[in-house]
């Protein structure tokens, strides 16, 4: 009869083999938030490995967000969060990541389309939430970090405006990882204010619902990002 826990073929890193299992299992609904995952010592035997790693397999687990860790209580399977989504995202794309531009241009193609759906989409509260946004970094063109953190508050409210969560999620998740970019591109003075300005142009588009116009502002903002952060890392080195 199938257990969430069918024994595994010895092999190298047999640990990621158990990660995976488990995770598949977690996905598929087998193991459900709050059930709790055997005993270390009762994996170790199933699985016939050591018990170093079981323990590190559960490490993995717990860092993906999928497992909870109760000292003196167990491991319960988590419940999983927009947080928990996005930390995974961002692990696995770290690992496949090349250069920050792929991120760039990623972020180009998919916040476009944001724009353009939330304008038909957002309602009132979000617009009110979107233009309160853009008063705080008017406010905080002298505060690189804090201008950063209501930046991204800003692209994740549009994301939202669209009222789809898969692109609330993708969107989170790259502006997390360019956060460390766009926070030195920030200390320049004049890309604050030219932000302020895009992003004004982007609330006055939805504020019309004119999705074209938002569609442009964006990709008009996000042009001028890259170019920015691609003089900030200054040229390409010359290959043969």
């Given at each position: 009869?199938?257990?969430?826990?069918?024994?595994?073929?010895?092999?190298?890193?047999?640990?990621?083999?158990?990660?995976?299992?488990?995770?598949?299992?977690?996905?598929?609904?087998?193991?459900?938030?709050g059930d709790?995952?055997?005993?270390?010592?009762?994996?170790?035997?199933?699985?016939?490995?050591?018990?170093?790693?079981?323990?590190?397999?559960?490490?993995?687990?717990?860092?993906?967000?999928?497992?909870?860790?109760?000292?003196?209580?167990?491991?319960?399977?988590?419940?999983?969060?927009?947080?928990?989504?996005?930390?995974?995202?961002?692990?696995?794309?770290?690992?496949?990541?090349?250069?920050?531009?792929?991120?760039?241009?990623?972020?180009?193609?998919?916040?476009?389309?944001?724009?353009?759906?939330?304008?038909?989409?957002?309602?009132?509260?979000?617009?009110?939430?979107?233009?309160?946004?853009?008063?705080?970094?008017?406010?905080?063109?002298?505060?690189?970090?804090?201008?950063?953190?209501?930046?991204?508050?800003?692209?994740?409210?549009?994301?939202?405006?669209?009222?789809?969560?898969?692109?609330?999620?993708?969107?989170?998740?790259l502006l997390?990882?360019?956060?460390?970019?766009?926070?030195?591109?920030?200390?320049?003075?004049?890309?604050?204010?030219?932000?302020?300005?895009?992003?004004?142009?982007?609330?006055?588009?939805?504020?019309?619902?004119?999705?074209?116009?938002?569609?442009?502002?964006?990709?008009?903002?996000?042009?001028?990002?890259?170019?920015?952060?691609?003089?900030?890392?200054?040229?390409?080195?010359?290959?043969?």
């Amino acid at each position: 009869m199938h257990t969430p826990f069918d024994p595994l073929r010895p092999k190298d890193r047999l640990y990621q083999e158990v990660v995976d299992h488990v995770q598949a299992e977690i996905l598929s609904g087998a193991l459900k938030p709050g059930d709790r995952i055997p005993a270390e010592r009762e994996l170790a035997q199933h699985f016939r490995m050591s018990r170093a790693a079981v323990r590190e397999a559960i490490k993995s687990l717990a860092e993906k967000g999928l497992v909870e860790v109760h000292v003196g209580k167990g491991t319960f399977v988590a419940t999983l969060t927009t947080d928990h989504v996005v930390q995974s995202m961002s692990l696995l794309l770290r690992d496949a990541l090349n250069t920050p531009e792929h991120l760039q241009e990623a972020r180009e193609i998919i916040e476009v389309p944001i724009a353009r759906l939330a304008a038909h989409n957002r309602t009132e509260e979000q617009l009110e939430r979107l233009r309160a946004l853009l008063g705080a970094m008017e406010g905080q063109r002298h505060m690189s970090r804090s201008f950063i953190e209501t930046d991204s508050d800003f692209h994740y409210e549009l994301a939202r405006a669209t009222g789809n969560p898969v692109l609330e999620i993708v969107s989170r998740t790259l502006l997390t990882m360019l956060r460390s970019e766009r926070v030195f591109m920030v200390g320049f003075r004049d890309e604050i204010h030219g932000a302020i300005g895009s992003h004004g142009q982007i609330v006055a588009a939805l504020e019309e619902q004119d999705a074209d116009a938002a569609g442009r502002a964006m990709a008009a903002h996000l042009s001028h990002v890259s170019a920015v952060l691609r003089s900030l890392r200054g040229p390409a080195p010359i290959t043969d």
